[in-house]
C-alpha cells in the first residue's frame, strides 16, 4: 500500500480552510520488497522434505528425553504417528499364521492400525470431557508419538525372536516391552500433564496407562512367530 498526503482547499460559506488527511492506494502489481513473505510454494520439494523429517525427528528426540514440555504441542503433525502405527502394525501382522500361510495377516493390520487410532481419539476424547485445555490433534499428536518408546520395544523383541525360544527369552521380551510402556506412559503424561486440572490429573492418567499398556502387550503376545 502506498500512502500520501494529500491537502484540499475548502470554501464553505466564504471562510477558506484546509483540510488534510491521508489517501491509501493498494499497489498493483509491483512488489515491495521488504513486505514481501516468504512462500513455501516456491521452496524446493527438497528443503520441504528435509525441514518436516527434522521436525519429526526432533520431536521423537523429545520423546525420548521429555523435558521441555510444550516441544511436541507448538507444532503438531501426524507424521510420526502415522509412521509408527504403520510399523507397528506391519511389525505384528500375520504372527500367528505366518508359516502355513492360511492368513495374508489383513485383518491383523487392520486392526492394530484402528485400535492405535481410535484408542488415541477416546483417550484424547476423555482429556477434553475432563476439561484439560489442548486441542483434539495436540493430544493424539502427543500420543501418537509418544507410541516410540513401545515401537523400538516391539523391533528389539522381533530381534530377539530369531534365536530359540527359552523362559528367559520370553522374560526378556516382557521386561524390555513393559520398559517400552512405562517410558511412553512417562513422556505422554509429561506433556499433557499440565493441560488437566489439578484435581482431575488422575482420572487422565489411567486412559493413557491403559492404552499403552494393551499396545505394549501386543508386543509380547503377538511375536511369537
Request: one cysteine or more; charged letters at 15%.
Amino acid at each position: 500500500m502506498t500512502t500520501f498526503d494529500a491537502k484540499y482547499d475548502m470554501y464553505p460559506a466564504g471562510d477558506v480552510g484546509v483540510v488534510e488527511g491521508e489517501m491509501n492506494i493498494p499497489n498493483r502489481g509491483v512488489p515491495s520488497g521488504d513486505s514481501m513473505e516468504f512462500n513455501t510454494l516456491d521452496e524446493p520439494i527438497k528443503e520441504t522434505f528435509m525441514r518436516d523429517l527434522r521436525a519429526v525427528g526432533n520431536k521423537f528426540y523429545h520423546v525420548l528425553i521429555p523435558r521441555e514440555k510444550t516441544s511436541l504441542l507448538k507444532e503438531w503433525d501426524l507424521w510420526g504417528p502415522l509412521l509408527l502405527c504403520t510399523l507397528m502394525a506391519t511389525f505384528l501382522q500375520g504372527s500367528k499364521d505366518h508359516l502355513d500361510n492360511t492368513n495374508d495377516g489383513g485383518p491383523e493390520f487392520a486392526e492394530v492400525f484402528v485400535l492405535v487410532w481410535i484408542g488415541a481419539a477416546i483417550v484424547t476424547l476423555n482429556c477434553k470431557l475432563l476439561g484439560g485445555n489442548i486441542s483434539f490433534f495436540q493430544s493424539v499428536c502427543v500420543l501418537g508419538y509418544c507410541l516410540f518408546p513401545i515401537a523400538l520395544a516391539l523391533i528389539i523383541c522381533r530381534l530377539i525372536l530369531f534365536s530359540t525360544q527359552t523362559t528367559f527369552l520370553f522374560f526378556l521380551r516382557l521386561v524390555i516391552s513393559m520398559g517400552g510402556f512405562m517410558w511412553a506412559t512417562f513422556a505422554a503424561t509429561k506433556f499433557l500433564g499440565d493441560s488437566q486440572p489439578a484435581g482431575r490429573k488422575a482420572l487422565a492418567v489411567y486412559p493413557i496407562c491403559l492404552f499403552y499398556f494393551i499396545l505394549s502387550w501386543l508386543v509380547v503376545s503377538h511375536s511369537n512367530v
